[in-house]
């Protein structure tokens, strides 16, 4: 990170269910829809998991959301949250996804019970606790 007051997020998704993991595909859809959104242009990328030795590249492993200080962040994290609950509304698939800031909190949304001020709740206050243990005044679980 470039900036003390920056903050990101990693987002993965995955199967809600025990069928067939659609989790990578979902992300790359997830991907495509932020990448659309006026507020996150630039701010979005892919992350790759490691390659094992029986693989030819690594898989999808998470979308990395660049939040940047002040307003700009805020406006950054209202266009997110709004884009992944838009982008909940129009899946198919019985979907979880995992938002973790930089201190290791997690927050996890099952996608069929999208609550959108519940949402918005849980990642203003993943990203509060992420400020406070950078800024010494709080200590982050």
């Known amino acids: 990170m470039t900036s003390a007051t920056s903050q990101e997020l990693r987002i993965r998704t995955e199967s809600g269910s025990g069928e067939t ?30 390659i094992t030795p029986d693989e030819m590249g690594g898989g999808l492993d998470a979308l990395v959301v660049a939040l940047g200080p002040g307003g700009v962040g805020a406006a950054a994290v209202g266009a997110l949250i709004g884009a992944v609950a838009t982008w909940f509304q129009h899946r198919r698939a019985d979907l979880r996804i995992t938002v973790t800031n930089e201190n290791g909190r997690t927050v996890e949304v099952d996608g069929k019970r999208v609550d959108v001020p519940a949402l918005v709740e849980v990642v203003e206050r993943l990203l509060a606790d992420e400020q406070a243990g950078r800024d010494g005044t709080g200590t982050p679980e």
Request: hydrophobic residues 35%.
């Open 21 to 50: 993991d659609h989790g990578p595909d979902e992300l790359r859809s997830l991907f495509d829809w932020l990448r659309h959104e006026d507020a996150l242009r630039g701010r979005v990328r892919v992350e790759h998991a490691p």
